[in-house]
């Protein structure tokens, strides 16, 4: 290893030519920027250098003066149909010189007939030994016998014989075309070399006086050195070949990981982003936006049309106008959607066009998705990340005097005999203690470093849970009961593993208690009032998730309550705390769940449902 991020092509087995790095260089001095150019473009989009990221492996550079194998391919293939319409023009030519009555040599009307079928044998032959070196983009000598080599030995036999009579110097073009284009430098110097030995040889030998010589030798060098620059400029533009194509297949490589990278950070965005046409297409759409725009789970997948669907008429109505006044789509503009059954989301839309707002016509349109509960829930989080700090500050420095007041209070207490101020001093106790919960709640939800939580068997935990809140409100058990627990949406499948999720027994305990206790004041008092249901669904990740909702059928919560649903210290009842859901949403998000409230339509018995979506173990997924 040395280091170099672009390693040296292997030597041919065949060849003894050693690889020269000096001979990289152009022709005419120009240099090769291969090197720069693909480090600099590799560099700024951060890949084989980016943390986390392996090294990108590049493509073998091919050896100076011969293109990239795809190139070599293509190349290889019009040579060598070339060589086969030139020995049908051939054999054309010589028909028609014996129709006319010039009939010519037997020996030519043979030599021609043979080189049309070795050349049809090269274009329909597949030779191995040839592909492999196709593969490996190059040709050396080896390889260009049965081409370039027949070639030469084919037109050097004309040339010869024929003397004078047939001007044959220009079919010496083809083979030292071959050649330069396909092979090394060197290679492209000796076929121009040969052709031109040929004209000097057939030259001597075909001179009838002494005086004629320097005429033909004159006429011989004047055609090598043409052969000769044209082997130069023919290398030179398949060098100039190949140092293209191998920057196309960078720049189309760089584009490909540039596109996966963008399809991948806007699959994996909160925030819902789908691009829509004037006609109403949605071209696009990540899984959040699919999910924003369905009452439950994935929407459609894109295309498909927005237009047409009565839920989305606000969300058209919304695009529209941004469309028609520019500044709508900065601000943003909030859209109720409501589903058929009758379940409604508030959103948030903003736009941004893919060409300049000046123009009268817009293609295509960026469209900004967002839940408006998360973004009340986002500013909330802002306003009240000094308060969280400084609430436990604060608690702190309360527990401490209301610990003196608890025990001053026990103190006193002994020593009362009149009812009444034992009824005060229990009083204060009570209120000692309300206060206590109060603090206890406020440090649970306070930042700091825990550790990771348990992998756990949620169902066994869930209903285990339920059973014991049932025992502490001496609820019946049975088809009586107010509690119904059912299990059934999660059972795992034949050969596969029982479902696992990484989540503190305790805060677990705390959060489905809590909504138990909040389904038990508000329901009807008839069997089955309540409902703990435990169900597996489809999520982004292939394990999905585990959704566990309780409801309840008690009166459905008003739109203003469902906003304040889960603020701190907002409350329904006069002596709670309202810290209760808050503290749930907190400890579900510490553990990557999530919990929401939705309200289902007049005809389902349970309207009120809170649901907590949590991620499955990836262990806990395979068979």
Known sequence: MNGSPHPSPAADPGSTQPYDADAKASWFGTGSTRHSQQDDQWSRVGLGGWEGQPPVDLPPEPLEGMVAPAAIQRTYRIFLSARVALALALVALLLGTYLFGSPPPPWLFATAG?????????????LPWIDRALQQGHLRLRHLVPTAGVDFAVFALV???????????????????????LSPRILALGAAALATLILLG??????????ALPNLLTQAGLTGMGLFIMAILANELAQRLADEERSARGSLELARQQAELNGLMIEEM????????RRGK???????????IAAQGLGPQAPFKLRGVPAWQGLVQAIEQALNHASLGDSGQDVRLTFDDRQERDIRVRTRFTRSRQRRSEDLCVVLLEDLRTVRARQRQDKLAAMGRMSAGIAHEIRNPLAAIAQANSLLAEDLGDPTQQHLARMVADNVQRVNRIIDDILVVAPGVRPPAPVIDPIERVVAIANDWRSTHRLSVGDDGLLDIDTSGCRP??????????????????????????????QSGEPGAIQLHLSWMPGLDPQGQLMVSVASDGEPIT???ERALFEPFFSTRSRGTGLGLYICRELCERHGAVIDYRLHPHPVRHRNEFYISMPIEASSAGA
């Open 114 to 126: 043979l080189y049309l079928v070795a050349t049809l044998a090269a274009r329909l032959a597949r």
């Open 159 to 181: 040339h010869a014989l024929s003397g004078n009579n047939v001007n044959s110097q220009a079919l010496l073009v083809l083979p030292v075309l071959t050649v330069a284009a």
């Open 202 to 211: 057939s030259a001597w030998f075909q001179v009838e006086t002494r005086e």
């Open 270 to 277: 909160s925030e819902g982003v789908m691009v829509i046409d």
């Open 282 to 292: 949605v071209r696009a759409a990540n899984p959040a936006a699919r999910r924003l």
């Open 493 to 522: 499948a034949a050969g596969h593993a029982p479902i696992r999720v990484r989540f503190e027994p305790e805060h677990l305990q705390r959060i489905i208690t809590n909504l138990l206790d909040n389904a038990l004041r508000h």
């Open 559 to 561: 739109a203003e309550t």
